[in-house]
């Protein structure tokens, strides 16, 4: 799938959206993209999977590491089409720290690729990856359906992103749609503000 093939999928499930939206980061912008809305339908979730495990094969990961929520679906259908198993980090109620539970394990020297759904900041994804690393895996790179940073963020790993997206976010102090009085909306998956 090309840049192009990937974003008619978000707009043709209505899920690139314009307004004035806070994002997970605590950053504004007038576009936000709601992967649920894709990932609702298997086949499109399935398509846009395997086109990115044919990119993240060559790298040879062991196994595939999401943030939940928003990388939980692209997570379990990257393994799948790698043939791999899947494992996913949550944040810890009490700190907001990133955690393994559910009994999940990484052994000492296990290769590993972290996939999210969308990538603004890489947040989630730094954090998921420091929690295998701390338990001894090798992190081999990182992916994600749509990079919103537009290619500008450095992990220090190869970044697997079936789009590209250069969008505006600003800091709410900056942001022109504030000083317009427009109202902010919270579409996401965390808590509402």
Not at 10 to 31: I, V, W
Not at 144 to 156: K, N, P, V
Request: charged share 25%; net charge neutral.
């Amino acid at each position: 799938m090309t840049n192009e093939e990937v974003l008619e999928t978000y707009e043709e499930t209505h899920a690139l959206l314009t307004g004035h939206f806070l994002l997970s980061s605590g950053r504004h912008s007038d576009r936000y993209l709601q992967s649920a809305l894709v990932l609702q339908y298997p086949l499109k979730a399935e398509r846009l999977c395997v086109t990115l495990a044919e990119r993240v094969q060559p790298l040879e990961p062991k196994f595939i590491l999401s943030p939940a929520m928003g990388g939980l679906f692209v997570g379990h259908e990257l393994a799948r089409a790698l043939k791999i198993r899947h494992i996913f980090t949550e944040r810890n109620k009490t700190n907001d720290a990133m955690e393994l539970r559910r009994g999940f394990g990484v052994e000492k020297g296990e290769r590993f690729f972290t996939v999210e759904d969308i990538i603004t900041t890489g947040k989630s994804v730094k954090e998921s990856i420091e929690v295998a690393k701390a338990l001894g895996g090798v992190p081999v790179g990182l992916g994600c359906l749509i990079d919103r940073s537009g290619g500008t963020l450095d992990f220090g790993l190869p970044l697997v992103a079936l789009a590209s997206l250069k969008v505006e976010s600003w800091d709410e102090k900056d942001c022109p749609l504030c000083k317009k009085g427009l109202p902010v909306v919270k579409p996401g998956s965390r808590a509402k503000f």
